[in-house]
């Protein structure tokens, strides 16, 4: 009976391991007091529902951009502060919601949250919504700094998915210690491999990517 019984549980752990492609990990098994606020697994996003294909609150993404991240990680630590994640790999099944939302101009449940000086029309040709992600490719992440001791996030300006020129990287109109922790970020990521989109100061892809244009769509469990 004890026989049978670990063979169940190591077939089941297999499953559970197999769920991942080759050459992709659960970034929380590699980088320690990693924060996550995947805010796509529940309401809590600009199209106010949960977004198809997110099915647990974890982090994917690929081997190469976890241990990029963890020396992001160890660098912060150093400063006491760390690391919050809203969102890594994310399945074309996800990008599709987005596209579907997109469309639906007169679903504007979340415009004064997340565009209140965007015109829902517009944001496929002002860069905010697309039809491919780099996420969907494992080594792209938006992410935030936090203070590990209080765990509050740093202000950096504009929240997280804000769609309008306040979460550009070149956006002025900042405070100084706004710019400082906007810099802070953008210092500690580029020195350890990674770019910046331009207009989402939160949004990083490792240079090098293993599957540039590559889009996965297993889901994020």
Request: proline fraction near 3%; charge should be positive.
């Amino acid at each position: 009976m004890k026989y049978n019984l670990a063979l169940l549980l190591t077939f089941f752990t297999t499953i559970s391991i197999a769920q991942l492609r080759d050459g992709f990990v659960y970034a929380q098994d590699i980088i320690q007091d990693l924060d996550v606020e995947l805010r796509y697994c529940n309401d809590d996003n600009f199209v106010g529902e949960q977004i198809d294909g997110y099915n647990k609150e974890v982090v994917i993404m690929t081997t190469l951009a976890a241990k990029a991240l963890k020396n992001v990680q160890d660098t912060l630590k150093k400063k006491g502060l760390g690391l919050k994640i809203y969102d890594a790999y994310r399945p074309q099944q996800a990008v599709n919601h987005f596209v579907w939302w997109a469309k639906q101009v007169n679903d504007t449940l979340k415009k004064q949250e997340y565009y209140p000086n965007v015109d829902k029309k517009n944001l496929f040709s002002q860069g905010y919504i697309a039809s491919k992600s780099r996420h969907s490719s494992g080594s792209t992440v938006d992410l935030t700094i936090i203070n590990l001791k209080t765990g509050k996030a740093l202000d950096m300006g504009s929240p997280y998915d804000f769609f309008g020129p306040e979460s550009w990287v070149s956006n002025t109109k900042l405070t100084s210690k706004q710019q400082e922790n906007r810099q802070l970020l953008q210092h500690v990521m580029l020195t350890n491999g990674f770019r910046n989109y331009p207009k989402e100061w939160w949004h990083f892809t490792l240079k090098g990517e293993p599957f540039k244009n590559q889009y996965f769509d297993f889901p994020v469990e």
